[in-house]
């Protein structure tokens, strides 16, 4: 009944991403931007994304659910996620960085399941060098989330990468005329 509802949950990609979706989308649908700039999903003391998700879900019952984080994670705060054995997770291209992340994108996406349909989308790649095997790495977790709970992907290659699958700065707009496609700091 009425429009569908659409929840964007994710980090500054996702909201300069939603406010060119508010856009495109019709009449019938309705989009509410989450989206925390420097949000990620292991560092708390920044922004708590599964209380905050839990409770937008709650006031919002969304019928899509679409998620986009870029690897945001210390943010120079020397603050650090936890492995099970207590270990400091320092280095955000490790295995244990992104175990941890899987882990915490599942339990995010099973809540947000419940009730809607959920979707992860692939990170681009992004303008900095060191940050491209922390997407790579990203991309691999999320399709593999995608895989275990049954969520869909959208590849954001498809629109913000070159046919190599490298970093686009430049595209075309709507028209069909040149446009930036990226913001100054390359993500």
Do not use: K
């Not at 009944?1 to 300069?16: A, E, H, I, K």
């Not at 509410?32 to 920044?46: D, H, K, Q, T």
């Not at 899987?102 to 399941?113: I, L, S």
């Not at 095997?133 to 895989?147: M, T």
């Amino acid at each position: 009944d009425g429009p569908t509802r659409v929840l964007l949950v994710g980090d500054s990609l996702m909201n300069q991403l939603g406010t060119a979706f508010e856009d495109q989308v019709g009449p019938g649908v309705q989009v509410r931007n989450e989206a925390v700039f420097g949000s990620g999903l292991l560092s708390p003391w920044y922004f708590d994304w599964p209380p905050h998700l839990r409770r937008v879900l709650e006031d919002y019952d969304p019928d899509v659910v679409v998620f986009l984080f870029v690897g945001n994670y210390d943010l120079d705060t020397g603050r650090y996620a936890e492995t099970a054995d207590g270990d400091l997770i320092r280095d955000p291209t490790s295995s244990a960085f992104f175990t941890a992340w899987q882990q915490q994108a599942e339990q995010m996406g099973e809540r947000a399941a419940e009730d809607a349909s959920v979707a992860w989308i692939l990170p681009p790649p992004m303008g900095e060098r060191e940050r491209q095997p922390i997407v790579a790495g990203l991309r691999d977790v999320y399709a593999a989330v995608a895989d275990d709970t049954g969520a869909d992907t959208i590849d954001a290659n498809d629109v913000l990468a070159d046919p190599d699958g490298g970093y686009l700065a430049r595209g075309r707009d709507l028209q069909g005329r040149p446009a930036p496609l990226r913001s100054f700091d390359g993500v």
